[in-house]
């Protein structure tokens, strides 16, 4: 089994910065591609950023310039850092890896980041 823990969320002020960790754990033989999703209440869940194993990343037009995805393959976590934080960003934040072989998708359990203004 794997499991995906998130950590790092929290509350911030308008313009402020927060960054996101994911740590994957269990039986793992590798970790293709890696990313951060999020949900708004009463809204569908939605992509924030990608990241493959060789580390070409794909973002959101909502979050480009503000937000970075890293990873670290040796510690089979995935970063996301947020930068200008706005109260559009207020969401759970979830995290999603794709292990092989064989092929399996992971969700993690969510991390609330709420932005005040």
């Known amino acids: 089994q794997v499991q995906l823990v998130e950590s790092g969320g929290g509350l911030v002020q308008v313009g402020g910065s927060l960054r996101l960790s994911c740590a994957a754990s269990g039986r793992i033989s590798a970790i293709d591609a890696m990313g951060w999703y999020r949900q708004a209440p009463g809204k569908q869940r939605e992509l924030v950023a990608t990241?493959?194993?060789?580390?070409?990343?794909n973002y959101a037009d909502s979050v480009k310039g503000r937000f970075t995805i890293s990873r670290d393959n040796a510690k089979n976590t995935v970063y996301l850092q947020m930068n200008n934080l706005n109260p559009e960003d207020t969401a759970v934040y979830y995290c999603?890896?794709?292990?092989?072989?064989?092929?399996?998708?992971?969700w993690g359990q969510g991390t609330q980041v709420t932005v005040s203004s």
């Open positions: 990241i493959a194993r060789g580390g070409s990343t």
């Open positions: 999603n890896a794709d292990f092989w072989p064989p092929y399996r998708n992971y």
